[in-house]
Structures are given as C-alpha cells and as structure tokens.
C-alpha cells in the first residue's frame, strides 16, 4: 500500500518536473526567436535574395520581379531587410551594401522604409 501511494505521489512530482522542463524549453525557444530575422539568422535568409544579385552590384542592372518581390516581403520588418543587406553571405556573393539599399526604390516599393538607418546606410 506504502509503495502505492508513493508511486502515485512520485508520479505526479515527476509530472511537475516535466512540465516545468517544458515551459523552460520554451522560454529557451522564444529567446532564441529574438533576432532581427525572428528564428532565422540573416546570413539564411539572404539566400532568399539570389534573384537581387546582379541588382545588388550593379546600380544599372535590372531589378527582377522575383527580386522585388521578395525585397516586398522581407521589407515588411526593415531590421530583417537591413541585417539581410549587411549579412556576410550578402557581402561574400558580391554585393555591396551602398547598391543594395537602393533596391527597394528601384522595385517602386512604395511602402518601403524610406530614411530607415541601415549600419552606415540610409535607405532612399
């Protein structure tokens, strides 16, 4: 009977445990979400940005569909937009960032940030 009521008791304790274990994942999980790109880094996300590459070199060359597109999408949350633009995987496919802020006003973008602090750049 002893062993019974001790299971039933150790059973629930370690019941508490777990969901308190839980509930720390999650805090843990939300924290790790904090970043300017939410979940993901902005070196990952520029990878949605290939389409802008030729755009991102050259104040010239074409700013494609699929690249304003996107720049749209991403727009939406500027400290994204600017952490993409200034990431080192922008950097190392050979963009440059004082071309790559231009590319939201290229698109006609008109609900872009306009006059938003981007590191050493403002977007126009």
Same mark, same amino acid.
């Given at each position: ?71 749209? %999408? ?23 960032? %004082? ?26």
């Amino acid at each position: 009977m002893h062993n019974l009521v001790f299971f039933k008791m150790g059973t629930h304790v370690l019941s508490r445990i777990l969901f308190l274990v839980l509930c720390i994942y999650s805090l843990r999980t939300m924290v790790d979400a904090a970043g300017e790109c939410g979940r993901n880094p902005p070196d990952r996300e520029a990878i949605k940005l290939a389409p802008c590459a030729m755009a991102s070199q050259d104040t010239s060359a074409k700013v494609s569909p699929t690249c304003c597109a996107r720049v749209r %999408e991403m727009g939406k949350n500027p400290k994204c937009l600017c952490a993409v633009m200034l990431s080192s995987t922008a950097r190392s496919s050979g963009a440059k960032p %004082e071309i790559s802020m231009t590319i939201p006003k290229r698109c006609n973008i008109a609900s872009r940030p306009i006059g938003y602090k981007c590191g050493a750049y403002t977007l126009p």
